[in-house]
C-alpha cells in the first residue's frame, strides 16, 4: 500500500519523463491510495490541458473516469487537524500535507516528485524517481 500525489497518478496518463517510472510503480505495488482532493488537482490537470488546445473535453471526461477507476476504494477524507498541524510545522500547502497527513495515516510511503515535500517529510515522502526502480 502507497500513498501518490496527484502528479503521480497524471504521468500515467500524460506521457512524460516520469511515465515510466509510474508506470513500474503501479506494477510494483497496484494499492495506490490518496486524499479525495486528488479528484479537484486532477480535473485541474486536465483543465490545463484542455485550455491549450491539447486535449478535447470528451477525451478529459475519459481520462478522468480511467484516472477515478484506478482509485475506486482508495480515496479517503483528511483530517483536518493533521493536516492543518503538518502545515504549520512545514512550508508545504495544505493541498501537498492532505498526502503527508493519509500517508501518516495509513503508515505507508507518500510517491511524489515534489522536492519540497520530500526535504520537509523525509520520513514518509519518498521521490517517484530514486524508489520506483529500487
Not at 493536516?83 to 492532505?98: F, I, K, P, T, W
Not at 517529510?121 to 520506483?132: E, Q, R, Y
Amino acid at each position: 500500500m502507497i500513498v501518490v500525489d496527484t502528479n503521480i497518478v497524471a504521468y500515467l496518463y500524460f506521457p512524460c519523463v516520469y511515465t515510466e517510472a509510474a508506470i513500474h510503480l503501479l506494477e510494483a505495488d497496484p494499492d495506490w491510495n490518496a486524499p479525495l482532493l486528488w479528484r479537484s488537482e486532477f480535473r485541474n490537470i486536465l483543465t490545463g490541458y484542455m485550455r491549450r488546445g491539447d486535449l478535447e473535453l470528451e477525451h478529459a471526461c475519459a481520462i478522468q473516469t480511467a484516472a477515478e477507476l484506478l482509485l475506486v476504494g482508495a480515496e479517503h477524507q483528511g483530517d483536518s487537524k493533521q493536516v492543518l498541524r503538518l502545515a504549520h510545522e512545514s512550508n508545504c500547502s495544505a493541498y501537498d500535507c492532505e498526502f503527508v497527513a493519509l500517508a501518516h495515516m495509513l503508515a505507508a510511503p507518500l510517491f511524489t516528485m515534489d522536492g519540497k515535500i520530500i526535504k520537509a517529510f523525509p520520513a514518509v515522502a519518498k521521490s517517484l524517481i530514486t524508489n520506483a526502480t529500487a
